[in-house]
């Protein structure tokens, strides 16, 4: 895998943040080639995600680009890379794991 997205699941995962998925879209049409998905437990756990994210990735050399953020939902631009923080009743709302695999069969 990646190492880039190898330390964002790590740092993920060391936080806390539940149920971790990475999509692999490289070699799909999509906006970005990895899509980062993670269960936050509140949205000030979501809040201190965003934060550790920025202090270990920054330094690496990783550009934030765009951060959406509310309660219930934190969408991180990296370029390449999007990373959803999500409470749990969005994550099971909103679903957008079965629409990332149903993405990716979707191409012919």
Do not use: C
């Not at 756990?45 to 550009?63: F, N």
């Not at 923080?85 to 909103?94: A, F, I, P």
């Amino acid at each position: 895998m990646n190492k880039r997205i190898e330390n964002i699941k790590v740092i993920l995962e060391d936080k806390k943040a539940v149920d971790v998925e990475v999509f692999d879209l490289s070699s799909k049409e999509y906006l970005v080639d990895y899509v980062v998905i993670a269960t936050t437990l509140n949205p000030k756990h979501a809040s201190a995600l965003l934060d550790y994210l920025k202090i270990d990735l920054k330094p690496q050399g990783e550009e934030f680009l765009r951060v959406d953020e509310d309660e219930n939902w934190t969408v991180i631009d990296l370029g390449d890379i999007f990373i959803h923080l999500m409470s749990e009743k969005y994550r099971d709302k909103y679903n957008i794991e079965e629409f990332l695999e149903s993405f990716a069969k979707v191409k012919s």
